[in-house]
């Protein structure tokens, strides 16, 4: 099966990374893609760039700074609001698949708030139901290509070393339980696409050149970067929506899909917006 979305060469595309069970945060977006699709033209995208899913269960009185606004762990829901949009939406709401669905699929154990995320979660459904929503996991995507935009999305840094995107289907997810972490991003494009944190500006443009010769910007997330973006360097443009940041310091990226992008810089420049734009940044310049 192909694990790349190629998006038209029209419309606009709104993309946004890691929740991690944010209800609020997917409202948001989900509330601006609702709003584009009220505007004639051709229709909008609204891409979700992985780890929907396990969220902190901590309470208020301890909740530690470094994870940003307060919220609450609400990825049933989450996945249930998500996967309701996609069929109203058919062709229009994408997902990649991030380290933390992988756990559901084969991927190692995560223990990032509960000594195994994925029992944790599969433990809130009755007995059978999340079977459904593995199956709607293990189809998710490891690239989506913006050809006439010149950008390719994935969910960690694009570290794998491919030599065409033919290279990223019928990979087996499963298998990777006993592999260590630290690992990951060196066992291949599929734990490269979803562990790797970031990587050389030579193998990203390999990368981007291997998916698609017009892909000259990187846009992933995975990791958290507090002012809402970074960019290493070229091509690579980390973005940070919600998970670990304050409100006023999440953005998602919004783009023309007909509109070339030249760089990374461009991109952050002309295509960030904040995700709550009457909430007071923090750490965002
Ligand atoms: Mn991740």
Redesign the pocket.
């Known amino acids: 099966m192909s694990r790349i979305v190629t998006l038209p060469p029209v419309g606009r595309l709104l993309a946004v990374t890691?929740l991690h069970g944010n209800l609020a945060d997917f409202h948001a977006i989900a509330a601006r893609f609702k709003s584009l699709v009220a505007v004639p033209g051709p229709p909008p995208h609204l891409l979700f760039c992985?780890?929907l899913v396990h969220g902190p269960a901590i309470a208020l009185t301890a909740w530690p700074e470094h994870l940003g606004d307060f919220y609450v762990d609400q990825t049933p829901r989450l996945l249930s609001e998500a996967r309701q949009l996609a069929t109203a939406f058919p062709g229009q709401i994408h997902f990649l698949l991030?380290?933390?669905e992988h756990a559901h699929l084969g991927g190692p154990q995560l223990s990032k708030f509960h000594p195994d995320e994925a029992a944790y979660l599969e433990g809130q459904y009755a007995a059978g139901d999340f079977d459904a929503i593995r199956q709607w996991m293990a189809g998710w995507l490891l690239a989506v290509v913006a050809p006439a935009a010149g950008i390719a999305f994935t969910?960690?840094a694009p570290h794998a070393q491919i030599s065409g995107p033919g290279d990223l289907d019928n990979l087996k997810l499963a298998g990777y339980e006993s592999v260590p972490l630290v690992d990951m991003s060196s066992t291949g494009p599929l734990g490269a696409l979803?562990?790797a944190r970031t990587t050389s500006a030579e193998r990203a443009f390999a990368f981007l050149r291997a998916l698609d010769p017009g892909c000259r910007v990187a846009v992933f997330?995975?990791d958290i970067v507090r002012e809402g973006h970074l960019i290493e360097h070229e091509p690579l443009l980390c973005v940070s929506s919600s998970f670990g940041c304050y409100n006023g310091d999440k953005v998602y990226l919004e783009w023309d899909l007909a509109r070339p992008a030249g760089s990374a810089a461009e991109v952050a420049r002309a295509g960030l917006r904040p995700l709550y734009p009457d909430a007071r940044p923090v750490h965002r310049t």
């Open positions: 890691d992985g780890d991030g380290n933390h969910h960690a979803l562990w997330g995975h």
